[in-house]
């Protein structure tokens, strides 16, 4: 069955780094946009990041825009977010998303997030 499983959050300071990590399986990884969302608390959740299915095409939000990286490696079925410079208001639980895709998934898939911490 289709499974996203992330890992790589936790506690920095401000300032600091984290590298998320999300590893599929269950489908052809390679033929789906990956996402990351985040969610604070008593906010909806919000997209921060997408990767198109051969990595050559990236968007980000606004706010995390010149700070977070997001990479992938087909071969690995893993998707990566690099957070740099993290502030407390990135403070959220990030999940991973793969969005329905036709031929390829039936409907959208999240995993089951990590949280981020950013606090002195």
């Known amino acids: 069955q289709v499974q996203l499983v992330e890992s790589g959050g936790g506690l920095v300071q401000p300032g600091g780094s984290l590298r998320l990590s999300c590893t599929a399986s269950?489908?052809?990884?390679?033929?789906?946009?990956m996402s990351w969302y985040r969610q604070a608390p008593g906010k909806e959740r919000e997209l921060v990041a997408n990767i198109g299915p051969t990595g050559t095409n990236t968007d980000y939000a606004n706010p995390v825009k010149g700070r977070f990286a997001i990479s992938r490696d087909n071969a690995e079925n893993t998707v990566y977010l690099q957070m740099n410079n993290l502030i407390p208001d990135d403070t959220a639980v990030y999940y991973c998303?793969?969005?329905?895709?036709?031929?390829?998934?039936?409907?959208?898939?999240w995993g089951q997030g990590t949280q981020v911490t950013v606090s002195s």
């Open positions: 998303h793969a969005p329905a895709t036709w031929q390829v998934l039936a409907v959208d898939y």
């Open positions: 269950g489908f052809l990884f390679g033929s789906v946009t």
